[in-house]
């Protein structure tokens, strides 16, 4: 259960273009409106999306505040006015979900494909591809259309089995409740609380606390740089009308990200509540983070020292190769333009790139590992051992980074997180 509302901090002009006013978009404020009122909360938590996502300029096409509308699509409407932002466009990077469409999907398999087509992912697992699934033909973000289709299926996400561009699904725990109502969606990222416990120290109240854990993912295949959630963002509304704020409001919690497995587990700890409330009914806060453009393969010929290519943001050059033992040392030079936060406090980013060479014969081969010999504000020198014995003609190395990074801030809120 969700409700988000996104910017992101690039230096583009927000324009609003003639045809967002256009009767196609009527129609569809129209449509996503009547959804609020669905029977169930899934379509309604994925149209509140769809219209904050939509931006300011269906504001005109919302309907007023009436006391003749029902108690839920009115509430609704409310937080979507306070949540609406100019549209922002970039070409630079694809700093937003894909929308996916499942259309008139009715088996697992074709609900899978059709996510595959739309995001470039591939799926695999166990049960039978004809496994009957309700049909869903609004567009959906790709964690919400996943989720669907999984709770559908009975089908969970195995972080840990999954390869480069194949996601992992495997039968869900017993017990296990809707990925969808659990779930928020915020850009790539999808938050789902865990645990939440609660702790209170008798001789030392200031320690005592609530803890959620939250399950945070992002889109495979679009791994952030930089992840943080700044603390004096973070708060929580209860059902008995408290709110409370993290313990220690100074700070931020630090996220380790990586291409092998999109998820990370975090601790919210906030102030103990008072009274006996039953549960959060939001908590919110904000994720800050990097996102990475298109990547760009650059191919160098071993044999071309000092060879100098450029993409976007990045220039990678060719500096020298060398023999180092029986091995070869190939040094490369990478420096990134305005790569700000990016560069200074992440060049981990750099690091975790696909590189790899390939012979006359087009046989690939991994290094063998890599040594960084030089860091600047703007970018790094990183060294590479192969074996490739002693002839390297006819060798090509292939380095593949992101060409531009944006910086991106993107608000959440989860609601109903039940207390112990």
């Known amino acids: 259960m969700l409700v988000i509302a996104c910017w992101i901090v690039v230096s583009a002009a927000t324009s609003m273009a003639d045809d967002t006013r256009s009767p196609a978009m009527l129609a569809e404020v129209d449509r996503l409106v009547a959804e609020l009122d669905a029977p169930q909360l899934g379509r309604r ?29 009115r509430m609704r409407l409310n937080r979507v ?10 070409d630079a990077v694809p700093i937003t979900a894909n929308d996916i469409r499942l259309g008139d999907a009715k088996t697992l398999g074709a609900a899978l494909e059709a996510i595959s087509r739309d995001s470039g992912l591939e799926f695999k697992h166990p049960l039978d591809e004809n496994k009957p699934i309700s049909p869903f033909d609004s567009p959906l973000p790709f964690w919400h259309a996943l989720d669907y289709v ?33 779930a928020a969606y915020a850009g790539i990222y ?19 606390g609530l803890s959620v854990e939250i399950e945070l993912a992002w889109k495979p295949g679009v791994t952030p740089i930089g992840v943080s959630l700044p603390l004096d963002r973070l708060s929580a509304k209860l059902d008995d009308g408290q709110t409370i704020k993290a313990q220690g ?17 975090l601790q919210f700890s906030l102030q103990l509540p008072a009274g006996s409330p039953t549960k959060l009914t ?25 060879a100098t290519q450029n993409s976007g943001a990045v220039t990678v050059q060719l500096e020298d190769v060398r023999k180092n033992g029986e091995l070869h040392e190939v040094r490369l030079g990478i420096e990134f333009q305005s790569a700000g936060q990016a560069m200074e406090s992440h060049r981990g980013f750099l690091l975790d790139n ?14 063998l ?25 006819g060798t090509v190395l292939t380095y593949e980074t992101p060409t531009a990074v944006v910086e991106n801030e993107i608000d959440f809120v989860i609601q109903d997180i039940l207390l112990p």
Not at 66 to 72: C, F, G, R
Not at 81 to 90: D, F, G, M
Not at 378 to 387: E, V
């Open 45 to 73: 938590n994925a149209a509140e999306r769809q219209l904050i996502e939509m931006g300011l300029p269906i504001a005109p096409f919302l309907p007023k505040d009436s006391d003749a509308l029902a108690p839920e699509p």
């Open 81 to 90: 006015r306070k949540q609406l932002k100019p549209v922002v466009k970039t």
């Open 150 to 182: 999984l709770d559908e299926a009975g089908l969970d996400i195995d972080y840990y089995g999954g390869d480069a561009g194949v996601v992992s699904l495997q039968p869900r725990q017993e017990g296990r409740p809707s990925r969808v109502d659990t």
């Open 190 to 208: 999808r938050l789902e609380p865990t645990i939440v416990t609660s702790r209170r120290v008798l001789r030392r109240s200031d320690l005592s």
């Open 249 to 265: 409001d100074y700070g931020n919690i630090d996220v380790s990200t990586g291409r092998e497995i999109p998820s990370s587990t």
């Open 282 to 306: 939001t908590l919110a806060g904000q994720i800050r983070s990097m996102l990475p453009g298109q990547s760009h393969r650059f191919d160098f010929p071993l044999k071309t020292i000092s």
């Open 354 to 367: 696909p590189v790899f060479v390939t012979d006359a014969a087009k046989n690939r081969q991994e290094h």
């Open 369 to 393: 590992g890599y040594q960084l010999y030089r860091q600047t504000a703007t970018g790094i020198g990183i060294s590479y051992l192969f074996d490739i014995g002693d002839n390297a003609e």
